[in-house]
């Protein structure tokens, strides 16, 4: 019996000892130590052992099973000791690689060039106004000394909505808001998007104009010359020349249209400003005294000059951009050059 028991106890530590895992663990628990153990039938049977031998055999088991417990707590702490060990090697994280880029986005260009324009004129003293992208004929020609019927209603291929509903052709409507509004003197830019039925590699249906218009009284044509004159050297360069031609708008008289001198040849004449040496940019002139009549101004007490460019041409010029396409589809590849 005593030898049974020694061999017993043996063999379980043994066997616990050579455990790996929580799992075999648990196996040689419910084998050594469980209520179904070798060691517990042992115990069961000790009643049928000599009386004067049962005290000893008796204290010899529980040492067994002691030794067996302990040998089971200190093995699974052992174990568990491992198991997180090797679950921190293996979730181990290696901060010396290079980690996955952010692709960062960045302000369109046109938007880049809207941007400037408006901080050129906002240095001079200008103030932001905005319009709707949906007008009534009004606004969009009405009140600019375009009445219904007249040809020069041709000069805007014009998206209506209903009759007398349209999509703006111009920012020039945001003249009449304006100053239907406010008294002078006012130095208003209106920047915004218009709409017309166009479209080839230099036109979109959709595309930015900034307006502009000043009113004060005596305000001359010098003022005209000279402040957008100034606004181009600063969009352009320092050094460009700059020449007024005069044209026609029904919204101002006289009126004259602005060129920049060619941004690739310098003047020296080429393609893209087919061999004259400058670049058509922008449409002004004084405000005709009907657009002041319209509004309730009196045209001989005040006076004032007004502008219109279009944002995707200057753009265009700016960068060397040759479909306006460009600046609508939104690929990155494109986008991303600027
Ligand atoms: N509204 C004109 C256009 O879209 C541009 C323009 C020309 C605006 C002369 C003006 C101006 O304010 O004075 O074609």
Redesign the pocket.
């Known amino acids: 019996m005593e030898d049974k028991i020694k061999q017993l106890k043996e063999e379980a530590l043994k066997a616990i000892g050579e455990t790996q895992t929580i799992a075999s663990l648990d196996e040689a628990r419910i084998k050594y130590a469980g209520k179904k153990s070798d060691l517990q039938e042992l115990l069961k049977s000790l009643g049928s052992a000599a009386p004067e031998e049962r005290p000893k055999l008796g204290a010899l088991v529980n040492e067994a099973k002691t030794a067996i417990e302990l040998a089971l707590s200190g093995r699974k702490a052992a174990l568990q000791k491992s198991e997180q060990t090797k679950k921190i090697a293996a979730e181990k994280v290696d901060i010396t690689m290079p980690g996955k880029g952010i692709r960062r986005g960045h302000i369109h260009p046109l938007t880049q060039v809207m941007e400037e324009a408006k901080a050129i004129f906002i240095r001079m003293g200008f103030e932001i106004a905005e319009g709707p992208e949906v007008e009534t004929d009004y606004y969009n020609f009405d009140g600019l000394n375009i009445p219904p019927h007249h040809p020069s209603r041709d ?2 291929s014009t998206l209506f909505i209903k009759d007398d509903i349209l999509l703006r ?4 409507p945001v ?1 009449i808001r304006v100053m239907e509004k406010k008294k002078p003197p006012l130095a208003i830019i209106a920047p915004g998007r ?1 709409y017309r039925r166009d479209s080839d590699a230099s036109h979109s249906p959709i595309f930015q ?1 900034l ?3 000043l009113v004060n009284k005596q305000v001359t044509f010098g003022d005209l010359k000279g402040t957008l004159t100034e606004f181009l050297r600063q969009m352009f360069g320092k050094d460009k020349n700059v020449r007024f031609r005069p044209s026609f ?1 029904p ?2 008289e006289p ?1 004259a249209e602005a060129d920049v001198e060619c941004v690739m040849c310098k003047g020296k004449g080429c393609r893209l400003c087919k061999d004259t040496g400058w670049i058509e940019i ?4 004084m ?1 005709d005294p009907n657009v002041f009549k319209a509004v309730g101004y009196d045209p001989e007490k005040y006076s004032g ?6 944002i995707d041409r200057i753009t265009m010029l700016k960068y060397g951009i040759d479909n306006i396409r460009l600046l609508y589809e939104n690929d990155v590849r494109f986008l991303e050059q600027f």
């Open positions: 000069m805007w052709t111009h920012t020039s003249q218009v104009q307006e502009g218009f708008f919204f101002t009126s922008l449409g002004s002139g405000i000059f007004a502008f219109g460019m279009g």
